[in-house]
């Protein structure tokens, strides 16, 4: 059953399962373009055509139905970011960018709510950021350096572009003053950047990364 934020959708009976995974596309319709603390539970029951308290079924407070929400968008841009291994590692990791970039565009209040919003720093919520910039980091270092354990040197300079890319693009939501398309390329130059400041710095970590990801680490050229 499709429903939007704007308006309630004619009530109908539901599995358990399809009416909570409509009550998580409703929420994160509402929190992708609403600040947290403007949201009201009343208005989602009400889009997603339920009554409160069946809403409260399912989720005890609106602090645990915007975590479960959260969970959901991150699962959803991990889906819309996953790499094309057919592809060299510079032109994987500028359409990961573009596709992460295009998500946190399009639920800008949900992502600015999760890294800068009242809920920033909750535990569970940080949790779960930092569960997507491990899985990103991940996919970086499989990119770049896939044999064997990618050193720790490597490992901790990924993680922190991981963490600059994040406030970068919670910069940009902010200000919207530079096209996505050169945020998009500012970002995998100070990735290729860090990499080959890693290298330079360490020879295992030179040793450790693929010829492939030589045509990352030189950038745009």
């Given at each position: 059953m499709k429903t939007t934020a704007g308006g309630a959708s004619r009530r109908r009976r539901l599995g358990l399962d399809a009416r909570r995974e409509q009550l998580l596309?409703?929420?994160?319709?509402?929190?992708?373009?609403?600040?947290?603390?403007?949201?009201?539970?009343?208005?989602?029951?009400?889009?997603?055509g339920v009554s409160r308290g069946l809403l409260y079924h399912y989720f005890p407070n609106k602090r645990d139905f915007y975590i479960a929400v959260t969970r959901a968008a991150v699962e959803e841009a991990g889906k819309l970011t996953e790499p094309d291994p057919a592809l060299p590692p510079r032109?994987?990791?500028?359409?990961?960018?573009?596709?992460?970039?295009?998500?946190?565009?399009?639920?800008?209040?949900?992502?600015?709510?999760?890294?800068?919003?009242?809920?920033?720093?909750?535990?569970?919520?940080?949790?779960?950021?930092?569960?997507?910039?491990q899985r990103q980091a991940a996919r970086i270092l499989a990119a770049i350096a896939p044999e064997g354990e990618a050193p720790p040197l490597l490992r901790q300079s990924i993680r922190g572009w991981i963490a600059l890319a994040q406030t970068m693009t919670a910069e940009w939501l902010q200000t919207r003053e530079t096209a996505r398309e050169t945020?998009?390329?500012?970002?995998?130059?100070?990735?290729?950047?860090?990499?080959?400041?890693?290298?330079e710095a360490e020879p295992e970590v030179a040793r450790a990364l693929t010829r492939a990801s030589a045509d990352l680490r030189a950038g745009d050229g």
């Open positions: 596309e409703v929420g994160m319709e509402f929190f992708s373009t609403r600040a947290y603390d403007e949201v009201w539970i009343e208005q989602i029951a009400d889009a997603a032109d994987r990791l500028r359409a990961g960018l573009d596709a992460f970039l295009r998500y946190a565009e399009e639920h800008s209040q949900g992502f600015l709510t999760a890294y800068r919003g009242s809920l920033s720093g909750d535990s569970e919520v940080r949790a779960i950021v930092a569960q997507a910039g945020m998009r390329d500012v970002l995998a130059g100070t990735l290729a950047g860090v990499i080959a400041a890693a290298a």
